[in-house]
């Protein structure tokens, strides 16, 4: 079951059982640079990407990151020297995008809570494209547009009512979630961006939720979407050039089968064919999800209470996905050897019984010092950690074809406080009655 995990990761063992990414010992990548850290394999980022690319190439589409799934620079200089623009949520993830060379005029702004200074910041970059979730936001890109001078394009982000077979937290497509406007009030949304002069309304968009294994979902959308725009046409309303069927495409991370891109593509190809529409496609996970392990090293090993515990160096702040989705992580040593398995609860430091990558688990019975790699973990690791309990941000590693560097070093316990005033009032005026 581990082996094809292995492969999507592109890991192999050599003679002596030391895990190789892309020929490099991952051993050697923990002795200097630490653990925690998280590394990445540029080629199989490279490979998901074409592969994505290539399934759609007989429909119009265009591929843009989600930032929000791995923003490290160097992922996004890997996706922007392959054509890829980006999916935003917030300004900070637009700044990620420029830093790394990708143009604003390449770039959409999703998101359910965009303030007006977001707004602002995103027309004044340049922003390709802001998908709008509310009635209340479209007016107010549109007073912000009138008042800055400038012409914004529009998409629609359209709540499509479709279920999803993914853990609760990460459905976003159905009725009950906050995301996206709701059927009933697209025509509405459409007719005042229509009527707005500053708006330009080019898309239709959603995005159904993450982690999801089937192309039904998709499907059910998009033809959702194909009737609105064919509503929108009945009112005049003739400007829709784009659909985004949103990112969300499932990777395996204990077994199960991935979302291919090519059963996707043959599954909403016929949906569009001669409609003249462009396809945008907002991938995260299934890009970067398997290109990533967490090393850690093994602490402690204790017994308590007739149960087993396996304690590493890598806790819920570094790796927050086991204890926020239950999620399953595979875990496996970096140098394997004869030994016996046992079943235990592999656990962090971190001051909480939520913390833990693995509970009851069979795996091999390492001892303190040695090091474990925690697969699937390219994908809402880094971006979703913390500095709870005072813990710096763990390391971010890039291997490339036999090489590798450090893209972001492991952040230094002063820079956890450097900005803070331990005596705020020291200097304040008084407070007037
Ligand atoms: C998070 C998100 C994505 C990417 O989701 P993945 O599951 O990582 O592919 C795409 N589009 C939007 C609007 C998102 O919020």
């Known amino acids: 079951m581990i082996e094809p995990l292995l492969r999507d990761a592109g890991l192999t063992r050599d003679s002596a059982g030391e895990l190789l990414m892309a020929g490099v010992r991952l051993a050697d990548i923990a002795r200097q640079v630490g653990t925690p850290a998280y590394v990445y394999n540029a080629e199989v980022i490279r490979a998901q990407y074409r592969r994505l690319d290539a399934a759609f190439a007989g429909i119009p589409h265009r591929i843009c990151y989600a930032v929000k799934a791995n923003g490290n620079l160097a992922v996004l200089r890997i996706l922007r020297d392959l054509g ?10 637009l700044h990620r995008a420029l830093a790394a060379g990708i143009a604003a005029g390449n770039v959409v702004f999703s998101g359910v809570g965009k303030t007006a200074v977001d707004l602002r910041a995103a027309i004044g970059l340049g922003v390709g494209q802001i998908n709008v979730e509310s009635l209340g936001e ?5 007073a912000i547009a009138r008042e800055l001078g400038t012409r914004v394009a529009v998409g629609i982000r359209v709540n499509p009512d479709v279920t999803t077979d993914t853990h609760p937290y990460m459905a976003t497509g159905s009725r009950a979630d906050k995301f996206g406007v709701p059927l009933d009030q697209v025509m509405a949304a459409a007719r005042l961006a229509a009527a707005s002069p500053e708006l330009e309304l080019k898309a239709l968009a959603m995005h159904v939720g993450s982690q999801i294994g089937d192309v039904d979902p998709y499907r059910a959308g998009l033809r ?37 891109p090519e059963r996707l593509a043959e599954a909403i190809g016929p949906l569009l064919e001669n409609t003249g529409l462009t ?15 967490l090393l850690t090293e093994v602490v402690y090993r204790k017994h308590n209470g007739g149960k087993e515990f396996i304690i590493v160096d890598a806790g819920m702040n570094d790796l ?12 496996v040593e970096l140098t394997a050897r004869e030994r016996p398995t046992i079943v ?11 913390d833990f990558l693995a509970l009851g688990r069979a795996l091999p019975a390492v001892e303190p010092g040695e090091l474990l790699a925690v697969l699937g973990a390219g994908a809402y690791g880094f971006t979703m950690a913390s500095n709870y309990n005072a813990r710096p941000l763990p390391a ?8 590798w560097g450090v893209s972001r070093p492991r952040q230094r316990v002063e820079q956890l406080f450097a900005s803070e005033e331990p005596e705020p009032l020291a200097s304040a005026s008084p407070q007037r009655s």
């Open 84 to 93: 890829a623009g980006a999916d935003i949520v917030s300004i900070g993830e």
């Open 320 to 331: 927050l996905r086991p204890s926020h989705y239950e999620a399953h992580h595979e875990v």
């Open 396 to 403: 971010e590693v890039l291997v490339d074809a036999g090489r």
């Open 138 to 142: 479209l007016e107010r890109l549109a």
């Open 224 to 260: 959702r979407l194909l009737e609105l725009r064919e509503q929108l046409r009945a009112h005049g309303i003739g400007s829709i050039d784009t659909l985004d069927m949103g990112g969300g495409f499932g990777i395996s991370y204990r077994g199960e089968t991935p979302l291919a």
């Open 344 to 354: 235990a609860d592999l656990v962090g430091p971190v001051c909480e019984t939520g």
């Open 279 to 293: 396809l945008a496609v907002e991938p995260g996970r299934s890009l970067v999800g398997s290109a990533g392990v």
